[in-house]
């Protein structure tokens, strides 16, 4: 059997369908994985379509809901075109997080969603710093997408962001944790940053981690499995799972 084609079996020792079946499944499957614009093309050729992917969709992104406990803040009223734009970062996503109707006892309980991005990794710089170059921002693109980050970067952003505006950075440095699933560690943030718009407002807020420990070793080591953010936000905590394994792209890991 030739030595580049003996991981397939014979096509003459398959019925029709079968080999038909395995061949558009396999097809499917290298379709599939060839969509994903963060292995499948460089960052300078992304264009909107797979922007959205990447911010949205993406193993850097996970989205996750929270009820409301707290009176609406007065950013809930905003339209998103009215945000503005906390430098590149802020251009993650382009849309605010979608609520849902009410369903508690009163206006007050609604349920939101809270996204989240692993920041600090080159498919997400790239894809942020690009989506405002083309949005007209002057970016450095190659150069922000590039630039060398000594800690995680965890952004968390929901659409009433009023939590954030009622305990300062330090209240949710105390309240936030990355847990190792494998090697159980449990990393705490060295510091929380707040990013606000044109009124003050807070927009963002970024959670950094180290990237290694007292004694030198990863925090995030090669052959974690999952990674969880954890935020108590009001009467909710927040929970997230990364896979380091599917955080990867055309250069290898990106975390």
Not at 128 to 148: F, I
């Amino acid at each position: 059997m030739n030595a580049k084609t003996d991981f397939l079996l014979p096509s003459n020792t398959l019925s029709k369908p079968l080999a038909l079946l395995l061949g558009l499944l396999l097809g499917t499957t290298m379709l599939w994985a060839g969509d994903k614009p963060w292995k499948a093309k460089p960052y300078q050729q992304w264009n909107e379509k797979e922007l959205q992917a990447v911010l949205t969709d993406s193993p850097w992104v996970r989205v996750t809901p929270i009820q409301r406990s707290w009176r609406p803040g007065p950013e809930t009223g905003i339209k998103p075109q009215e945000r503005s734009s906390g430098g590149v970062r802020g251009q993650t996503p382009a849309t605010s997080p979608a609520t849902t109707p009410p369903v508690g006892s009163g206006e007050d309980m609604q349920e939101m969603n809270v996204q989240i991005y692993w920041q600090s990794s080159r498919v997400m710089r790239a894809a942020t710093a690009r989506q405002a170059a083309l949005h007209g921002q002057k970016v450095e693109v190659d150069k922000y997408a590039s630039e060398p980050q000594g800690e995680y970067q965890i952004v968390l952003r929901m659409q009433d962001m009023t939590p954030f505006r009622q305990h300062d950075e330090k209240f949710f440095q105390d309240n936030a944790f990355l847990q190792m699933k494998k090697g159980k560690d449990k990393i705490s943030p060295t510091h929380v940053v707040y990013e606000k718009n044109s009124m003050g407002l807070v927009e963002d807020a970024i959670f950094f981690f180290p990237k290694t420990t007292s004694s030198g070793a990863q925090t995030v080591s090669a052959d974690e499995t999952e990674v969880q953010f954890s935020c108590k936000i009001a009467d909710s905590t927040v929970r997230v799972g990364f896979r380091p394994r599917d955080m990867v792209d055309q250069s290898g890991p990106a975390l």
